[in-house]
């Protein structure tokens, strides 16, 4: 004799499965440990100083002391 079960239950359970292996999903996809968003943030901040130590700055308009103007 077949098992007799409750359709309401059964599409409630389904439902369950396949909203946890979506989530499950994404999480793999788009999740990152905090540890990981630490050590991008900390490349991001190594990064911008890097550049900011490289810039040239330019002397102020106006400013040129090379010259004497008689």
Do not use: H, Y
């Not at 050590?39 to 040239?56: F, G, H, T, V, Y």
Request: aromatic share 2%; no cysteine.
């Amino acid at each position: 004799m077949a098992k007799i079960i409750n359709l309401k239950t059964a599409r409630k359970q389904m439902a369950r499965k396949k909203k946890a292996a979506q989530a499950s999903e994404n999480a793999a996809k788009f999740g990152r440990t905090s540890g990981q968003k630490e050590a991008e943030a900390a490349a991001a901040e190594r990064q911008r100083r890097r550049l900011d130590q490289a810039e040239i700055e330019s002397p102020p308009s106006g400013a040129n002391d090379d010259t004497n103007s008689p």
